[in-house]
């Protein structure tokens, strides 16, 4: 299994940013996605959950509203579309299989997004 995150970077406050997550070594399709992100000194947090076909997406709360995950299948890939990024967006993020009893020790090396003036 790989999970490979790329996308992150420095941003302003209000700015946008799109992850991507291209993974490999598992039946994509047939698994929802999780988005998770993790800040210094900070527990790891779930900020988006996609279906297994794309078609239902949960936010936390943090992020409903800014925040979109997405899907394509055919690419076994798996975005996150970040927009008006507050500081308290700043953190490592990582995409990964929702399935956590299967996948529990299979993580990326994630993102960095840093939001800052």
């Known amino acids: 299994v790989q999970l490979v995150e790329s996308g992150g970077g420095l941003v302003q406050p209000g700015g946008s940013l799109r992850l991507s997550c291209v993974t490999s070594g598992f039946t994509f399709s047939t698994y929802d996605m999780n988005w998770y992100r993790q800040a210094p000194g900070k527990e790891r947090e779930l900020v988006a959950t996609v279906t297994s076909t794309g078609g239902t997406a949960g936010y936390a709360d943090s992020v409903k509203g800014r925040f979109t995950i997405s899907r394509d299948n055919a690419k076994n890939a798996v975005y996150l579309q970040m927009n008006s990024l507050k500081p308290e967006d700043t953190a490592r993020y990582y995409c990964?299989?929702?399935?956590?009893?299967?996948?529990?020790?299979?993580w990326g090396q994630g993102t960095q997004v840093t939001v800052s003036s």
């Open positions: 990964k299989p929702s399935r956590v009893d299967l996948f529990r020790d299979y």
